[in-house]
């Protein structure tokens, strides 16, 4: 080492020197400065630099943890880290990295985390990162029309990526079964939250069956529903007899529940 340091030192040059002389002889140092830098050992060049491979790696482990509690473990997740700019050199933490998922933070796709350095010189960053969805959703078995109630028939499970599908997916075919297509599909189709909605058992305008029971009685009377409304839905109906009006829920086709 003492050679080598002994080597970058350049000795003044004496009397006028030209312009070209002035370039060469800076020319000289910086080559002989990159010399000496590459001659030096390496923890000398990095220990006081954060290797951006800590700085992936601690981002990659929390969205990873973050997206399989986000997304259940039906779903394969595959999270991979984006590329930081080489010339980034940030100081060396010497405590153990922090990430955070900033808020409004995207859990499929495209996305960041926030990673930040609690140490004696704070500093922090947001990370570019992807995670990659695979799994089983529920598609089209066959081309339907627009207000096709789904059956067991109509739908399969098929693995599909998922990063594309930024309206949703379902996921349980049991849950699919009974809900009617709002528009027509092709088959192939994934089904998402925005193309069913819930089978409509009551309808506004139309005569239905109010129930009121309890351990010992049950009682029927005749009611006009004034609103649609789906399994379970809370309506209001008037009683045909009595001309009041009452509210119940949903309970099958043309049947509402009322409180005694």
């Not at 370039?23 to 990095?46: D, E, I, K, N, Y």
């Not at 926030?114 to 089209?140: D, F, H, K, T």
């Not at 207000?147 to 998922?162: A, M």
């Amino acid at each position: 080492m003492n050679q080598l340091i002994h080597i970058c030192l350049i000795p003044r040059a004496h009397g006028p020197r030209s312009v070209h002389g002035r370039r060469g002889w800076r020319g000289s140092v910086l080559s002989c400065l990159a010399l000496c830098a590459l001659a030096l050992p390496p923890t000398a060049l990095s220990s006081e630099v954060e290797p951006h491979g800590n700085i992936l790696k601690a981002a990659r482990e929390f969205l990873t943890e973050q997206a399989r509690q986000h997304h259940g473990d039906a779903l394969e997740v595959r999270v991979v880290p984006g590329r930081l700019d080489p010339r980034l050199r940030l100081r060396a933490c010497g405590a153990p990295l922090e990430a955070q998922l900033p808020r409004g933070g995207r859990m499929v796709g495209n996305t960041t985390v926030g990673v930040r350095c609690p140490g004696p010189a704070p500093w922090s960053l947001y990370v570019p990162m992807q995670i990659n969805l695979r799994g089983e959703v529920v598609v089209l078995d066959r081309s339907l029309p627009r207000g096709t109630v789904l059956s067991s028939n109509d739908i399969r499970l098929e693995h599909r990526e998922l990063n594309s599908l930024h309206s949703g997916y379902l996921v349980d075919p049991e849950g699919a079964q009974n809900m009617v297509l709002r528009r027509a599909l092709s088959g192939g189709t994934v089904l998402t939250p925005h193309m069913v909605e819930p089978q409509r058992l009551v309808h506004r305008g139309e005569r239905v069956t109010l129930i009121s029971e309890n351990s010992v009685v049950s009682v029927r009377m005749a009611g006009e529903a004034m609103a649609d409304g789906s399994y379970g839905d809370r309506v209001r109906v008037r009683n045909l007899s009595s001309k009041r009006i009452v509210e119940g829920r949903v309970l099958s086709a043309g049947v509402v529940g009322v409180n005694m």
